[in-house]
């Protein structure tokens, strides 16, 4: 089991493009979280997916950002016309079943470091 | 609103000193607590979480509902400790269960 994959761990993008970041989940966890890890700041939750629907996407910003978790496939989170402000560390986690706080655990990928120019 | 509360961003002490990272929370229920780590340009590892009182990596925390708090210690700290440390809580329930609310991170820096 290889673990929760992202990619790719690091992205450039000019200002103005979309950036594509992609969560492939543990074998058999069907939750998938996003987290943003923002220069000097800590973790921010930003969505909450199970397979093909957004569970919670409390802490998603109004505008440009997106996320689907399709039936099949990874959980891709999109940013669209990025700015610079959008320079982070985004990060994805699994379960296989709802809530950190289960026995299951909740496992993190390595994050996609996002830099936009 | 539930709140985790990480004082200090930075802490540094010496090789073989004591070490305690603090973590207050507020919230209303019978709290569980989790402390992660995230070694230079890693993925974030959970460390330990209260309900297990475990201890790893000689690191124990305990919950004390009183000062509401979760502090995270070691007797002697070791150069590999040298990381940045998470203290999260759960959600409590509906659709937001799923998520964890982290406090902002402390950088340990052991010196040798």
């Known amino acids: 089991n290889a673990g929760v994959m992202q990619n790719p761990r690091h992205l450039v993008r000019r200002r103005g493009q979309e950036a594509r970041l992609r969560c492939s989940p543990m074998k058999g966890h069907s939750h998938v979280y996003w987290y943003r890890q923002l220069p000097e700041e800590g973790l921010k939750f930003m969505v909450y997916l199970q397979k093909e629907n957004i569970i919670d996407e409390s802490g998603m910003p109004k505008e440009r950002f997106s996320a689907e978790f399709p039936k099949e496939g990874p959980s891709i989170l999109r940013i669209q016309q990025v700015v610079r402000g959008d320079s982070a560390a985004y990060f994805c986690?699994?379960?296989?079943?709802?809530?950190?706080?289960?026995?299951?655990?909740?496992?993190f990928g390595s994050g996609t470091r996002l830099t936009v120019v | 609103a539930q709140r985790v509360t990480q004082p200090e961003k930075l802490l540094s002490v010496f090789k073989g000193a004591p070490v305690e990272l603090k973590c207050n929370y507020s919230?209303?229920?019978?709290?569980?607590l989790f402390w992660y780590v995230q070694y230079s340009r890693q993925r974030l590892q959970l460390l330990l979480r209260h309900i297990s009182r475990e201890s790893i990596k000689g690191f124990t925390a305990d919950l004390n509902k009183g000062e509401t708090s979760f502090h995270l210690k070691k007797p002697f700290a070791q150069e590999e400790d040298s990381a940045m440390y998470y203290c999260?809580?759960?959600?409590?329930?509906?659709?937001?269960?799923?998520?964890?609310?982290f406090g902002q991170g402390t950088i340990l820096t052991v010196h040798p």
């Open positions: 999260a809580l759960p959600n409590a329930g509906g659709t937001s269960y799923g998520k964890l609310t």
């Open positions: 986690a699994s379960s296989p079943v709802q809530g950190a706080g289960s026995n299951y655990g909740y496992t």
């Open positions: 919230y209303s229920g019978s709290p569980e």
